[in-house]
């Protein structure tokens, strides 16, 4: 009997096992179809090594339509005229075999379908010149192996979108229960917002109410308040208003070929260093009512995230409208009341029309007839008339500072030092020259040299008087409170230990506490109504809810120019006296009586004597 040995197989050859590679990377592929297909034509093309492939797929109007070619150079138009004119022939073998190898006169065209869905034809062609070698039992069967590629592609891509969307609805689900459990608009807001910020990865998210066809920023994530005159804040609600006027959920930067406009994105973009933004419409009932703003600083929105927030806004805006209405002030809640009401008294139509025009008539008598106390408002500052300067004494140095402005004072409270070293240095050597000079006297009177005695003597009293000075500059270094219970209101000198002072030099600027009254700045157009006498109230910035009274003792008869524009200095001082926690410098608003006025002189009277004075002739 003859023994049979197997066949050793040969080693797959590199070129084969980079199309194996190419081939198993697009199992994993999670991108677009878009991006699926040249990829696909290139790792077909590899194990034939066709110098020019295709992808084909006959469509639904029984023509076929290139989803990617290969190279993609202007002489492509050779190849595709070859493929159209062996198109049905490939198909044919194709569908009998699984492959087809033809020959032309001008090529060799290997050829395989594609599995797409169970109706659609898709086929991969693949060109290569007669030089070429043979196309191998391998690559063929490679080839066939791979044809289902795409269809594992559309698999993945549906189970990834189905795990995407029970994540979306879960999601979704979690945010409309955290909702929901909130009784008022502003608690609500801010946890939809800290939640799909969260969710989402968001650096911010802001939402805007439309009021009147404008936009205005009710919330913004994890801030607990923000200026509403800001200038970011006004951006973000142009931002906001150019997608409510598009009506369309706008992702910034857009898209190529997008119609939309996002010039206000775009603005707001530079302005907050958010490279990327989402505004999306809040709708109920098919209106918009509201919209949310998404920022973030390092990755884009892509499709899912707009789904997402789409779906999570759509669940959220009716709890949200509905807050929003019941947490309006009580007057917006007993107006719409009223509305109902009054509309069954005085009928269906133009019943707010009806309404006003009755509160204007009695709004217009009430302006016209009933006077209401009058005051005059104007900017005040707490002085004091005891302000002391503090200079340097001398040039030097600064030491040390132990006081701040605002820092109550007390009488011999050290403020500051000055460099005593070089001082204490003259001390010792006008010290060290006196007793020389007391030995020198001594050495004189024991030698009976009278005029020695003399020249020494006074040597000694001049070197007494500079060591007498020295110690009085010694003494001075030390600066001193010379008063009590005072403020320093100007001098913050802390930061600058070691920095040299000149001789006279400012140093500090404090005030006495005591014998504190207000300074009102009076426009010239109501100093007429201000009279000696006259009582009010002033009310400052450090403690607004408190007001203290006060009555007019003073008026500057001159004019001065603030802020271009004439007032007269007022002084009141304080009926009750002063508080001890005010300090000179304090500002804030004084209301100064006026009498009584109707409202419509209150309202016009300013107006009036404008118009008095231009045409005055």
């Excluded at 697009?26 to 878009?34: I, K, P, T, V």
């Amino acid at each position: 009997m003859e023994s049979h040995t197997p066949k050793q197989r040969s080693a797959p050859s590199s070129s084969m096992l980079d199309s194996l590679r190419k081939f198993q990377l697009l199992r994993n592929f999670n991108g677009e179809a878009s991006k699926f297909w040249p990829l696909y034509l290139d790792a077909l093309m590899d194990p034939i090594h066709a110098t020019a492939g295709v992808i084909c797929l006959l469509d639904e109007k029984k023509e076929w339509r290139t989803l990617a070619f290969s190279p993609q150079t202007a002489g492509f138009e050779t190849y595709i005229r070859l493929f159209l004119a062996n198109i049905q022939t490939v198909a044919e073998r194709c569908q009998g075999s699984g492959h087809a190898i033809i020959n032309t006169p001008d090529a060799v065209i290997v050829a395989c379908p594609l599995v797409v869905d169970s109706k659609g034809v898709c086929l991969f062609m693949g060109y290569l010149p007669h030089s070429a070698e043979p196309v191998g039992t391998h690559a063929v069967e490679l080839l066939k192996a791979s044809s289902d590629l795409y269809a594992q592609f559309r698999i993945r891509k549906t189970v990834a979108d189905s795990v995407n969307i029970r994540k979306h609805l879960a999601n979704v689900l979690e945010v409309s229960a955290q909702l929901n459990t909130q009784t008022r608009f502003m608690p609500a807001a801010m946890t939809l917002l800290n939640e799909l910020s969260a969710r989402q990865g968001c650096d911010r998210v802001s939402l805007g109410w439309i009021k009147g066809g404008y936009v205005r920023i009710q919330a913004i994530s994890h801030s607990d308040g923000f200026e509403k005159k800001m200038e970011v804040v006004r951006s973000l609600e142009d931002a906001m208003e150019e997608a409510v006027d598009q009506d369309a959920d706008l992702v910034f930067p857009l898209e190529e070929n997008s119609r939309l406009v996002a010039r206000a994105h775009e603005t707001y973009a530079r302005a907050t260093d958010a490279p990327f933004l989402l505004s999306a419409v809040l709708r109920v009932a098919g209106e918009p009512v509201a919209i949310c703003t998404f920022e973030r600083s390092k990755t884009p929105f892509i499709e899912d995230d707009v789904k997402m927030v789409r779906i999570a806004l759509d669940q959220s805006a009716r709890r949200l409208a509905d807050l929003h209405a019941l947490d309006r002030w009580f007057g917006a809640r007993w107006a719409k009341s009223w509305r109902r009401g009054l509309s069954k008294l005085f009928g269906i139509e133009h019943t707010w029309a009806k309404i006003l025009s009755v509160l204007g008539i009695l709004l217009a008598l009430f302006a016209t007839l009933v006077p209401v106390s009058y005051r005059v408002d104007a900017p005040m500052i707490l002085r004091t008339d005891q302000v002391l300067y503090l200079t340097a004494p001398f040039s030097g140095y600064i030491d040390s500072v132990s006081v701040r402005p605002g820092d109550v004072l007390v009488k011999g409270q050290e403020l500051m030092r000055l460099d005593r070293n070089q001082l204490l240095l003259q001390e010792a050597d006008l010290q060290a020259e006196s007793r020389n000079y007391e030995r020198e006297i001594q050495k004189a009177q024991a030698n009976e040299e009278l005029a020695q005695i003399r020249i020494n003597t006074a040597k000694l009293d001049q070197t007494i008087a500079k060591l007498n000075t020295v110690r009085f500059q010694l003494e001075q270094s030390i600066i001193r409170s010379p008063f009590d219970q005072a403020v320093v209101i100007e001098g913050d000198l802390a930061k600058k230990t070691g920095a040299p002072v000149q001789q006279g030099g400012e140093l500090f600027r404090i005030a006495m506490i005591q014998n504190t009254y207000a300074e009102i700045n009076v426009d010239e157009e109501e100093i007429k109504n201000v009279l000696l006498g006259k009582t009010g109230q002033i009310a400052l910035k450090t403690k607004p809810e408190s007001g203290y009274s006060i009555h007019v003792t003073r008026i500057n008869p001159a004019a001065l120019i603030k802020e271009q524009a004439n007032v007269f200095q007022v002084r009141a001082e304080f009926v009750r006296g002063v508080p001890p926690w005010f300090r000179p410098g304090m500002t804030g608003v004084a209301k100064i009586d006026a009498g009584d006025r109707t409202l419509w002189w209150i309202i016009s009277h300013r107006t009036i004597d404008f118009l008095q004075l231009k045409l005055w002739w």
